[in-house]
Antibody
Framework: EVQLVESGGGVVQPGGSLRLSCAASGFTFSAYGMHWVRQAPGKGLVWVSRIRSDGRSTTNYADSVKGRFTISRDNAKNTVYLQMNSLGAEDTGVYYC???????????WGQGILVTVSS | QSALTQPASVSGSPGQSITISCTGTSSDVGGYNFVSWYQQHPGKAPKLMIYDVSNRPSGVPDRFSGSKSGNTASLTISGLQAEDEADFYCSSYTSSSTWVFGGGTKVTVL
């Protein structure tokens, strides 16, 4: 069974940093791309970032986080990370760790982790 | 990276069919057959319902079907059931090698 378990969320002050982790199990982690998707309270889904499973771990970012967020992976630990810097109130929300399907969709979602940016 | 356009709400009676539209541009929906649909019940993580415009993952009832014409994709739910009441989101791959979601549609079963 595919499992994605996020950790590292919490309350952070504006301008601060946070690193989310996602521990994956139940599949060959190194063979799959991984995405982060977020959802502000009461709002819709917003794609954040993707890291591929290719040898270069190619990354892509939404314009709203480019230059502030960094996605990375450790295949030895079956873990994907999201380093978030210069956080603002607009970054508040539930962050979902997700698994890529054929580079075209997302087929598995974690339970989500709440990030709150507030003073 | 503007969000794809979905109606805010769609409703139908049990047994009826409803269709949710998802409009983008030639840089996303219209340019690729990489449209997917997700169902989200309150307080739960989303679930993949359709990928690559019209493919259903294993376990998704065949009451759910997808299609696309030009820059607009559609999700049809046939034989609407009470458990189908949820929020639905479309998503598309884009020419910038990113993904974009729609604003979401709340489906109400009357």
């Amino acid at each position: 069974e595919v499992q994605l378990v996020e950790s590292g969320g919490g309350v952070v002050q504006p301008g601060g940093s946070l690193r989310l982790s996602c521990a994956a199990s139940g599949f060959t982690f190194s063979a799959y791309g991984m995405h982060w998707v977020r959802q502000a309270p009461g709002k819709g889904l917003v794609w954040v970032s993707r890291i591929r499973s290719d040898g270069r771990s190619t990354t892509n970012y939404a314009d709203s986080v480019k230059g502030r967020f960094t996605i990375s992976r450790d295949n030895a630990k079956n873990t994907v990370y999201l380093q978030m810097n210069s956080l603002g109130a607009e970054d508040t929300g539930v962050y979902y760790c997700t698994r890529d399907l054929y580079d075209t969709a997302i087929d598995h979602w974690g339970q989500g982790i709440l990030v709150t940016v507030s003073s | 990276q503007s969000a794809l356009t979905q109606p805010a709400s769609v409703s139908g009676s049990p047994g009826q069919s409803i269709t949710i539209s998802c409009t983008g541009t030639s840089s996303d929906v219209g340019g690729y057959n990489f449209v997917s649909w997700y169902q989200q019940h309150p307080g739960k993580a989303p679930k993949l319902m359709i990928y690559d415009v019209s493919n259903r993952p294993s376990g998704v009832p065949d009451r759910f079907s997808g299609s696309k014409s030009g820059n607009t994709a559609s999700l049809t739910i046939s034989g609407l059931q009470a458990e189908d009441e949820a929020d639905f989101y479309c998503s598309s791959y884009t020419s910038s090698s990113t993904w974009v979601f729609g604003g979401g549609t709340k489906v109400t079963v009357l």
